[in-house]
């Protein structure tokens, strides 16, 4: 998925789900655009939606009932350890993050390679994270936690890891001053390294920036806040206007906002299929 990615220049939306219906929303509006997407699970959403087995079987599910025919990848979304990982891939998980970033550079190698020896004996793709992509509650705004390029040639040639998501400027969540991406850089580390670049912290980048990261080899970004903050404020809207009480109304009301700004994020991204 992210190879044809790099090689045509485009980017791969990955989303962040949070429960069945965000889920459904994602899959069929993405196969009514016939593109492929990347579902993003992170270790609190895991927790939320009661585990790794209920979230491999829900997707599974959901793509056979719903027909679903476009390319899904089912992804951890920044795995802190070799444990949480190693339990999705064996749940049917079809590519992990295994973000160690916050070790040094050579335990983030030693953690990366463990998982990606697991990984690809099962057939299951590794991303895997250079320097820190924090978020704005970290106060990370300066340029110290960025990733270099010598570190980035260092991690990929000692784990062969299937993708990476280098730090340079992006942060988690909401930006309070715009974002600061690197781009120099970016492209270096694309064009050294065979592998796709992944962009965190995608929500809040200004347009332009976002085709420039893609021109400068970014094959696949992470979309979350984003879908958040329009589905919350259509079902706030929703609540203030009814006096709805079914849960299904409710979290329904906001169906059409999610489904609305995947459109102009695939646009966006140009991804194909």
Known sequence: MLK????????????????????????????????????GVSESA???MGGVNVISAMVKGLIQDLNIKIPVCLHVDHGKSKEVCIQAIDAGFTSVMIDASAQELPENIKITKEVVDYAHAKGVSVEAEVGHIGGTEDNITGSNHNATVEDCLTLYENTKIDALAPALGSVHGFYQTEANLDFITMKEINEKLPIPLVL????????????????????????????????????????????AYDPRKIIGSGEKAIKDRIGQIVTLFQTKI
Do not use: M
């Open 46 to 48: 895991i927790k939320y």
């Open 200 to 243: 965190h912290g995608g929500t809040g980048i200004p347009d332009e920036k976002i085709k420039k990261a893609i021109a400068c080899g970014i094959s696949k970004i992470n979309i979350n806040t984003e879908l958040q903050v329009v589905w919350a404020n259509a079902v706030r809207k929703f609540l203030n206007e009814t006096e």
């Open 4 to 39: 044809k990615a790099k090689e045509n220049k485009y980017a791969v939306p990955h989303f962040n789900i949070n429960n069945l219906e965000w889920t459904k929303y994602i899959l069929e509006k993405c196969n009514e655009l016939n593109i492929p997407v990347i579902l």
